[in-house]
């Protein structure tokens, strides 16, 4: 809020003071608090994106895909490295002086090159960026595959259960694809307040090629008509409800909050080079399972996400990652972010991983995230060589009501890879995640007491009663494996 010098020269003399006074105590209050700067954001139930809103988005991708194309280069494809990265390259050791690992060995016409197209997007963004449709109210945007739709469908039930009413974009790549869930977009889906997009409905447009599994992510924010966007991948499962989180910081302060990888961020400086950007110092790579953005305050963020993805296969995967754990889209909403001098935050807390040990061996099953709205009210000190972690000590005193050892409650369950998706006709078959060497069955993500004390419940159970409830609507025999699962783990029938 501004105060004008007319504003203040209307005061009469005498009460002069007790204006300024006024003034600088409201200013005190404003920039203190943790008030939301976008007020209560409001939503309505799940409507259809409106006819006007896809003209718009249309009419603007076809002069976005001109502008990409515009900006293509004509060095040929980068290849990743043909060696394994180096454990101490790809390792998040922040005590340690690492230098920034190199292994891509470029050229310097094709770093030319780079630099040259990157800079003609950057134009075109800031061109475009005006122009673009953002949408309007708030919602969950996500992609499913075929394959991917019996875990989305647990993830949103688990969504469900948090008590989140918030609607639902679900983005299929094309009607082929559409025509094989269209029973499952029109009935289970619609009970759940989600709809079922196309991507190739509005891609197929304009002139640019087809885009391919990480693609899809961005062009979903894209396409979407939600201007607040909580996206989740198809296994992301929430275990609280995220309607807060779109509306307190660090949402609201910067429109863009990122999670952490478990590995260092191992972006070559030459992207940085090409991009304009300073090197910065080695950080925790991100984690791209679920991602918050404000597409009006991150238009030209936005505009270089999908640069950064369209030409990510080629040129910007390889750069951003050099072929490091995960290499695909994750580098590219903070890359964007930083490339356009536009705020985000990236959660501090470390990412936890979830398992369970089979002998001397950690069997990993997911990656348990934090509330990021915790995370930034805690804030915790970065490590030290006094103290190596992020963390308050136990006596510390973190705001004013009480001594606590603050950390941030975990907040999504991200499945992160094929091997740890939750998938029930693997992981309860004979020798599956569920069984030990013995034949006896167990959790999959911990001991109920460390989910409790990490989620605030029992954040498993409640998984598999939503996976009971998919599996004894589409499969008799696997709804009896489920229950039976149930039943010996957890001590209690399965809810019906």
């Given at each position: 809020m501004l105060v004008s010098p007319a504003r203040l020269s209307s005061c009469p003399r005498a009460a002069l003071l007790t204006c300024l006074a006024f003034t600088a105590a409201l200013f005190f209050?404003?920039?203190?608090s943790d008030t939301p700067v976008l007020g209560n954001l409001k939503y309505d139930k799940h409507k259809a994106a409106s006819k006007a809103f896809t003209s718009q988005i249309v009419s603007f991708w076809q002069e976005l895909a001109r502008s990409l194309e515009d900006?293509?280069?004509?060095?040929?494809?980068?290849?990743?490295?043909?060696?394994?990265?180096?454990?101490?390259?790809?390792?998040?050791?922040?005590?340690?002086?690492?230098?920034?690992?190199?292994?891509?060995?470029?050229?310097?016409?094709?770093?030319t090159e780079l630099m040259q197209t990157h800079r003609r997007m950057r134009v075109a963004a800031k061109r475009l960026a005006p122009t673009l449709p953002t949408g309007q109210g708030v919602g969950i945007v996500t992609t499913g595959s075929v394959e991917q739709f019996p875990v989305l469908l647990v993830s949103l039930r688990m969504l469900r259960r948090t008590g989140c009413s918030l609607p639902v974009q679900v983005f299929v790549g094309d009607f082929e694809e559409y025509k094989e869930v269209r029973s499952t977009c029109e009935g289970v889906l619609r009970t759940l307040n989600a709809r079922c997009y196309i991507v190739s409905d509005i891609y197929s447009k304009a002139a640019a090629f087809a885009p391919s599994h990480y693609q899809f992510k961005v062009l979903?924010?894209?396409?979407?008509?939600?201007r607040h966007i909580l996206f989740l991948d198809a296994d992301s499962m929430p275990a609280q409800d995220p309607t807060p989180l779109l509306n307190s910081p660090p949402y609201t302060t910067h429109g863009l909050v990122t999670w952490p990888d478990f590995h260092a961020n191992t972006a070559s400086a030459s992207f940085y080079h090409i991009a304009g950007i300073p090197v910065p110092p080695i950080s925790r790579g991100s984690e791209s399972g679920q991602l918050l953005l404000n597409k009006d305050v991150h238009r030209e963020s936005l505009l270089m996400?999908?640069?950064?993805?369209?030409?990510?296969?080629?040129?910007?995967?390889?750069?951003?990652?050099?072929?490091?754990?995960?290499?695909?889209?994750?580098?590219?909403?903070?890359?964007?972010?930083?490339?356009?001098?536009?705020?985000?935050?990236?959660?501090?807390?470390?990412?936890?991983?979830?398992?369970?040990?089979?002998?001397?061996?950690?069997?990993?099953?997911?990656?348990?995230?934090a509330d990021?709205?915790?995370?930034?009210?805690?804030?915790?000190?970065?490590?030290?060589?006094?103290?190596?972690?992020?963390?308050?000590?136990?006596?510390?005193?973190?705001?004013?009501?009480?001594?606590?050892?603050?950390?941030?409650?975990?907040f999504f369950v991200h499945t992160v890879s094929d091997h740890s998706k939750i998938n029930p006709t693997k992981v309860l078959r004979i020798g599956g995640k569920a069984w030990e060497a013995d034949g006896k069955q167990h959790r999959i993500?911990?001991?109920?007491?460390?989910?409790?004390?990490?989620?605030?419940?029992?954040?498993?159970?409640?998984?598999?009663?939503?996976?009971?409830?998919?599996?004894?609507?589409?499969?008799?025999?696997?709804?009896?494996?489920?229950?039976?699962?149930?039943?010996?783990?957890?001590?209690?029938?399965?809810?019906?």
């Open positions: 209050l404003l920039t203190q900006a293509r280069p004509s060095c040929p494809p980068i290849t990743d490295p043909t060696e394994p990265m180096p454990a101490d390259d790809r390792e998040w050791e922040p005590l340690k002086q690492k230098q920034r690992p190199e292994r891509l060995n470029l050229a310097l016409e094709t770093q979903a924010m894209l396409f979407s008509s939600f996400m999908v640069y950064y993805n369209y030409y990510g296969p080629d040129y910007y995967y390889p750069l951003q990652s050099q072929g490091g754990p995960g290499q695909g889209d994750k580098e590219t909403f903070v890359a964007a972010a930083l490339a356009v001098s536009a705020p985000y935050y990236a959660v501090k807390t470390p990412v936890r991983a979830l398992g369970f040990h089979r002998g001397n061996q950690f069997i990993f099953a997911g990656a348990a995230q990021p709205t915790q995370d930034f009210r805690y804030d915790p000190p970065a490590p030290s060589r006094i103290l190596p972690n992020y963390q308050w000590g136990k006596t510390d005193k973190v705001g004013a009501e009480k001594f606590e050892s603050a950390k941030a409650r975990a993500w911990g001991e109920e007491k460390s989910l409790q004390d990490v989620f605030g419940y029992d954040v498993e159970k409640r998984m598999w009663q939503c996976v009971g409830i998919e599996a004894c609507r589409v499969d008799k025999e696997l709804c009896g494996d489920v229950k039976s699962y149930y039943e010996t783990v957890f001590r209690a029938k399965l809810p019906s």
